[in-house]
């Protein structure tokens, strides 16, 4: 059996080591950077019908959102600044948040572009089928039947 003395060490060992150990997780855990915080202006947001108002309005202010890439996956920051000028210069819809990261946002923009130029390639070609069967049909003999 132990003396209290010598439970009273081992007690006091034990809560040393777990200082210890809680004082090296503290050092090695990343010190989180302080929240960026840009103000908002409502008057330059772009009119809503909604009932209530974004988080960002009720806040009064931008911080830095992180999202995951919907394309490839990888996690993004889209920063106060950069909601700010979606927001209030861009004037985007606000209910709208960030989904793509910048090199996934090009190639859809790109894709879609290049998806619009073949539709509109389509319907040039139609009208010009239309219109050469129209010049067909005015130039044909009447007696035939
Ligand atoms: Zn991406």
């Known amino acids: 059996m132990k003396s209290g003395?010598?439970?009273?060490?081992?007690?006091?060992?034990r809560r040393t080591a777990r200082r210890a150990a809680v004082?090296?997780?503290?050092?090695?855990?990343?010190?989180?950077?302080?929240?960026?915080?840009?103000?908002?202006?409502p008057?330059?947001?772009?009119?809503?019908?909604?009932?209530g108002s974004p988080r960002f309005v009720e806040r009064g202010y931008y911080v830095d959102l992180p999202f995951t890439c919907k394309a490839c996956g990888v996690p993004q920051v889209w920063t106060a600044a950069?909601?700010?000028?979606?927001?209030?210069?861009?004037k985007a819809d606000v209910w709208t948040t960030a989904a793509r990261c910048r090199p996934c946002r090009i190639r859809e923009r790109n894709r879609k572009a290049a998806a619009h130029k073949v539709h509109l390639d389509g319907?040039?070609?139609k009208a010009g089928q239309r219109s050469?069967?129209?010049?067909?049909?005015?130039?044909?003999?009447e007696t035939r039947r």
């Open 5 to 13: 003395r010598q439970r009273r060490a081992e007690i006091k060992l």
């Open 23 to 41: 004082a090296a997780r503290a050092q090695r855990a990343p010190a989180k950077p302080p929240e960026r915080r840009v103000v908002v202006n």
């Open 43 to 51: 008057e330059n947001l772009r009119p809503t019908n909604s009932y």
């Open 82 to 90: 950069q909601q700010k000028w979606w927001y209030e210069s861009a």
């Open 123 to 125: 319907l040039a070609k």
């Open 132 to 141: 050469m069967r129209a010049k067909g049909e005015a130039s044909r003999p």
